[in-house]
């Protein structure tokens, strides 16, 4: 959720503790002990009571509520309204409960339907933008590699055996030591989820070709006899 003015109210006086990283001694159903927050002190005087949402501290005598305790802890400099400082801590600590939250969520595993290792090494050009070889030699096909920044033409595939060779690098391989060099990821399953996405691209572009109805061509206009 996220606070405004018309909440401070209800707010409990221990969440806003919470939301200033004070953390209670001692912890009963009735009320909670703490240190001081807006002093060093090495004893723990400092009692908030959660039926009456008030604070006393029973060292120097002062008590209140969440706008008084808020009036001792805000920077003057900074803050000039103890309303609005509760508001923003109260926010900034929703704020890291939700990222908190979402970070210890634990991730699904995405289901790849392809079998990748059947993948044809041309079909994978395709779907990196390479349509058609620079060349071909019998089973040999030449592309631009495009892993090098200057594109050259320098990888062959061999559509017999599905492996590729650059010819000025020597590196070499099947489609995931391909996905290697594009990615520079040993992970396996980051390279599964990265040629599965260019496959998914190309088969998208491939279902989004409409042909055109071919235009008839229009019929001879018959000639009038007299």
């Given at each position: 959720?996220?606070?405004?003015d018309?909440?401070?109210?209800t707010?409990?006086?221990?969440?806003?503790?919470?939301?200033?990283?004070?953390?209670?001694?001692?912890?009963?159903?009735?009320?909670?002990?703490?240190?001081?927050?807006?002093?060093?002190?090495?004893?723990?005087?400092?009692?908030?009571?959660?039926?009456?949402?008030?604070?006393h501290d029973?060292d120097s005598?002062?008590?209140?509520?969440?706008?008084?305790?808020?009036?001792?802890?805000?920077?003057?400099?900074?803050?000039?309204?103890?309303?609005?400082f509760?508001?923003r801590?109260?926010?900034?600590?929703?704020?890291?409960k939700?990222?908190?939250?979402?970070?210890?969520?634990?991730?699904?595993p995405?289901?790849?339907?392809?079998?990748i290792?059947?993948?044809?090494?041309?079909?994978?050009?395709?779907?990196?933008?390479?349509?058609?070889?620079?060349?071909?030699?019998?089973?040999?096909?030449?592309?631009?590699?495009?892993y090098?920044?200057?594109?050259?033409?320098?990888?062959?595939?061999?559509?017999?055996?599905?492996?590729?060779?650059?010819?000025?690098?020597?590196?070499?391989?099947?489609?995931?030591d391909?996905a290697?060099?594009?990615?520079?990821?040993?992970?396996?399953?980051?390279?599964?989820?990265?040629?599965?996405?260019?496959?998914q691209?190309?088969?998208?572009?491939k279902?989004?070709?409409?042909?055109?109805?071919?235009?008839?061509?229009?019929?001879?206009?018959?000639k009038?006899?007299?």
């Amino acid at each position: 959720m996220r606070y405004t003015d018309n909440d401070i109210p209800t707010i409990p006086l221990r969440e806003f503790l919470s939301a200033l990283g004070e953390k209670p001694v001692k912890s009963t159903e009735h009320f909670n002990v703490y240190y001081p927050p807006y002093r060093d002190d090495s004893e723990p005087v400092f009692v908030v009571y959660h039926t009456t949402n008030q604070w006393h501290d029973y060292d120097s005598d002062e008590k209140g509520n969440i706008i008084d305790l808020a009036k001792l802890l805000m920077n003057p400099a900074l803050d000039k309204n103890p309303k609005a400082f509760i508001v923003r801590c109260m926010n900034d600590y929703e704020i890291g409960k939700e990222i908190l939250e979402r970070s210890s969520r634990p991730i699904e595993p995405v289901i790849i339907k392809l079998d990748i290792k059947n993948v044809r090494l041309t079909d994978f050009m395709k779907a990196l933008g390479q349509e058609h070889p620079v060349a071909a030699n019998g089973n040999l096909r030449i592309y631009k590699a495009p892993y090098d920044a200057k594109g050259e033409p320098t990888m062959v595939i061999n559509t017999e055996t599905n492996l590729w060779r650059d010819t000025k690098s020597g590196a070499y391989g099947g489609i995931y030591d391909l996905a290697y060099e594009l990615t520079g990821s040993c992970n396996m399953a980051e390279l599964n989820r990265y040629i599965a996405g260019q496959m998914q691209e190309l088969e998208k572009s491939k279902a989004e070709k409409v042909e055109l109805p071919k235009q008839e061509s229009p019929k001879p206009k018959r000639k009038m006899r007299f």
